[in-house]
Every structure is written in structure tokens, then in C-alpha cells.
């Protein structure tokens, strides 16, 4: 089979999985939501060889079958923070795909770079971030990494240290790691009962450190955290860090667009120098989608640009001398922006602020219910859209893979203050009442039958 395809067989192939994709998504109620089969099964299945003939349109028969083997993302599913991938967005990276544009500079894709470069300023704008530019980045591991690598700048700092609460994303000790700065430069400050850092612990961490000889040079806030979606004081963080010439970087990836539908929990993120928001978390993109949002894109080029003499000899034009590699880790990039262009177009803002909407009361009902169940209790306050409970009989991480397995809803496991939890978090436009009941009757049963 020559790679070279005519229109006409391209045509055929693509109805035939849009047919296929249609299929699953009518499917998606029904399906389990962890497919049954074990780790040997799917190597049975999936582990073969690649053939040296191909098999024409023949290798499109298994397609149904990597489905039956994959995750449903249905109105169950409250796993992780997992967006529920809007379909509209992924008609988008299809075409993205067709059209193989590299993002590198405005020369290279003029209609990609320029649609990014819009939608990122407008994404700032929308969560209050006003006049921040960016970029689009694979997930939020690797904006919070290009966020740390600007905040440090390009000399070598002895004794650098970073400021976060106990509660921030791993994410942040793996930038530092990759820095070259050291797993020990992540200095973690106490959380209050709310899971929120303590700024007076902070203001004496800073203090002590500096004494000791320590070079502190940024402050990562946590907006929401992971676990349990608690929102730092951003405010009083920006005037720590502007007192003591910090960076403030805040990881938004889960939080962020929370600030779509509740700004005043997000007072003070206009001051942050870098914020993080994945898309393909709570603004229900296909992965991956995620973006570092900054206010300096000074800063970046300082991080990133080696070729600045050459870029700047491209041209002088603000839009078509611009490159993305001067401003990011990257230098091919897919075309990112039109999934989440497409999407928003096709709904409009104030779609994705409905869902949020919905999503953060489905998560308050889920607390009620909780609540109102003797059995159960919740381990932290519900902030955002995780809601982190427990069966008080104990036994909690059976009940969780006896909920897992039965295919109904997904919930992930979390650690709240050393101790096992059940979490369900709502980033899923799917999700329905009916869904969130089921958790607790799902939960209810497991607790109650045993676990055979
Ligand atoms: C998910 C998450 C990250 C990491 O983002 P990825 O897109 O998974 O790389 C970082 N910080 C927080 C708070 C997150 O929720």
C-alpha cells in the first residue's frame, strides 16, 4: 500500500471512523466505564507486530476493539481531573492533523500562530489575566516547568529555592528536578484546615532560608490543588512575593478556569507573573491541551530565545516576525489551538461557564448527599469540583475497587491528611444528577456486600 492516498479513498476512510466515533459516543451510556480484561488480555490483543504488507482498509477493523478495550468517558466518570473530551474540539485535531501545520513561527503557519496567539490572550482575559500572552504547551507538567525555567532566568543560583504549600502537584519537584536544581528545592510550607498555605509560615520560611544563605526565587500558589481543589490566598501571596522579589507562578491547570464562572476566588491572579491552565482538564478538551499564560514575554525570551539575532532578522513586523521557539521550551508544535477554537466557536464562552457551573454544583450535591449519609463523611471541604469522602466502617480501598469494577461511576483514591480516600472530581460535561447519586448508592452497596 503506497502511502500516497487519492481524496476519494480518504473520504471512505474517514466516514468510516466518524461512523465509529459516532458509534461510541452513542455508546458511551452503556459501556463500562472500565473496561473488563485483564493486563495479559490486552497484550494478547494489542501486543502484536507490525506487518510488513499493509492491510489497506482492512486495518480499520480493530478500531471497535481498542475502543472496547479503552476507558468510557462517560457522565460517570469523576477519575483524576479528566476532562470529558468534547467532540466538536476533536473534529478539530483531526483537521489540525490534515493540515500538519508546524507552529514554530508566524513564517511557518501564519493562520495557526495568529489563532493561538488570540485565543491565549483571550483565555487570559476570560480568567482575568488581562494583557498575558503565552503558549500552548502538552499539559501542565510542562507549563509549570517552562513557568519555573523563566522564573529562574538563565544564570545558576546557588542554594535557589522554591516556596509551595504540602498540597502542590508533583509536577512542580519534577521541574525543579529537571532544572537541575534538586528535588530538596521545593520547600513546603503548611496548608490550614482548608488545605490553603499558610502565609505566615511562608514569611518565616522565606526569612529563615535567606539567613541560612538559601537564594529563594519564586512562589508557586495552588489554584485549586489536585486533592481536594483548595485555592491559595493568591492576593496576599502577590504581596509576599512582590515584598521579596519572588516570582508568583500559579498552578492553575485543574483550578483555573473556575475563574470563568467565580472570579472573586481568584483575586490577585492579575499579579501573578506565569499562570498554568490545562485545557483538557476543565475546559473539557481531548488531550492534550494545556497553556502557560504570562505576564512578561520578556521573561520567556530570556528562558528560551538562543536565536535572537536570527528572528529578529526574519522581520521586523510584531506579528510576522513572531516565533513561538523564542518563547518556549518547543520548537515543532502541533496546531494546538484549533480544537479549542473550533470548540469555543461552535458553543461559545458561555457554554463552557454553564458546565463549569454545573460541574461545581454537582460536586456541592455529591457533599450533601455525602453528608446526609450516616455512613459516610467528607475528609476536606469541597472548594472547587473534588469532593474527597469516606465510608466510616473502614475498608475504603476495597469499596473503591469494587465501585471501579462495576463499571457504574469511576472514582480515584486520594490521601487526605495521610489517610485513604475516595475522590470524585467533576470536570465532565456529561454528568448528570442521576450520576452523582450514583456514587453514593454505588458506594453504599460495596461497603454493604462484602467484598468477594
Ligand atoms: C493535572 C495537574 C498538573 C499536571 O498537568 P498535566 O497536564 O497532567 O501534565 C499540575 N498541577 C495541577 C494542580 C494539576 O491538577
Not at 2 to 15: H, I, K, N, T, V
Not at 92 to 110: E, F, H, K
Not at 144 to 149: E, R, S, V
Not at 268 to 283: F, P, T
Request: aromatic share 8%; glycine share 8%; with cysteine.
Amino acid at each position: 500500500m503506497p502511502l500516497e492516498l487519492s481524496a476519494g479513498e480518504f473520504r471512505a476512510l474517514a466516514a468510516r471512523v466518524v461512523d465509529l466515533a459516532a458509534a461510541h459516543l452513542d455508546s458511551l451510556g452503556e459501556r463500562p466505564i472500565m473496561p473488563p480484561g485483564s493486563g495479559a488480555d490486552t497484550v494478547a490483543t494489542f501486543g502484536g507486530g507490525i506487518p510488513e504488507v499493509g492491510l489497506g482498509p482492512q486495518a480499520l477493523d480493530d478500531l471497535a476493539l481498542v475502543a472496547a478495550h479503552a476507558r468510557a468517558g462517560s457522565g460517570g466518570f469523576f477519575g483524576y481531573v479528566l476532562g470529558s473530551g468534547e467532540p466538536v474540539a476533536a473534529l478539530g485535531d483531526l483537521y489540525a492533523s490534515i493540515l500538519n501545520q508546524v507552529v514554530t513561527a508566524w513564517r511557518s503557519a501564519p493562520s495557526a500562530v495568529t489563532i493561538e496567539r488570540a485565543l491565549v490572550s483571550s483565555i487570559a482575559d476570560a480568567i482575568g489575566c488581562t494583557g498575558f500572552s503565552g503558549s500552548l504547551t502538552s499539559g501542565g507538567s510542562a507549563a509549570n516547568l517552562m513557568a519555573l525555567a523563566m522564573a529562574r532566568g538563565d544564570e545558576a543560583r546557588p542554594g535557589a529555592v522554591v516556596y509551595a504549600s504540602d498540597e502542590v502537584h508533583m509536577s512542580i519537584q519534577k521541574a525543579l528536578a529537571l532544572l537541575g536544581l534538586g528535588r530538596a528545592a521545593l520547600r513546603r510550607v503548611p496548608v490550614d484546615d482548608a488545605f490553603r498555605i499558610s502565609v505566615e509560615a511562608l514569611e518565616t520560611m522565606i526569612a529563615e532560608d535567606r539567613a541560612a544563605g538559601l537564594t529563594p526565587f519564586a512562589i508557586v500558589a495552588s489554584a485549586g490543588t489536585i486533592v481536594t481543589g483548595a485555592i491559595d490566598p493568591l492576593a496576599r501571596l502577590a504581596d509576599v512575593a512582590a515584598a521579596n522579589e519572588l516570582w508568583l507562578h500559579v498552578d492553575g491547570a485543574y483550578g483555573a478556569p473556575a475563574a470563568l464562572v467565580h472570579p472573586e476566588w481568584f483575586e490577585g491572579v492579575d499579579r501573578a507573573d506565569s499562570v498554568s491552565l490545562d485545557a483538557h482538564k476543565w475546559l473539557y478538551q481531548p488531550v492534550d491541551l494545556s497553556m502557560l499564560l504570562y505576564r512578561d514575554p520578556a521573561a520567556a525570551r530570556r528562558a528560551f530565545s538562543m536565536t535572537d539575532d536570527y528572528a529578529a532578522s526574519a522581520s521586523d513586523d510584531p506579528v510576522e516576525g513572531f516565533a513561538f521557539f523564542d518563547e518556549s521550551l518547543e520548537l515543532s508544535r502541533r496546531f494546538r489551538a484549533l480544537k479549542l477554537w473550533l470548540s469555543l466557536r461552535y458553543h461559545g464562552l458561555g457554554a463552557f461557564r454553564e458546565a463549569i457551573a454545573n460541574d461545581l454544583a454537582h460536586a456541592r450535591l455529591l457533599a450533601e448527599l455525602v453528608e446526609a449519609e450516616p455512613e459516610l463523611e467528607l475528609v476536606a471541604p469541597v472548594e472547587l469540583s473534588a469532593v474527597c469522602f469516606r465510608a466510616k466502617g473502614g475498608r475504603n480501598a476495597e469499596i473503591l475497587q469494587t465501585v471501579n469494577r462495576a463499571g457504574r461511576v469511576y472514582l480515584s483514591n486520594a490521601t487526605v491528611r495521610g489517610e485513604f480516600a475516595l475522590r470524585a472530581c467533576f470536570v465532565n460535561h456529561r454528568t448528570t444528577d442521576a450520576d452523582v447519586h450514583a456514587v453514593v448508592s454505588e458506594v453504599l452497596q460495596a461497603s454493604a456486600g462484602g467484598f468477594a
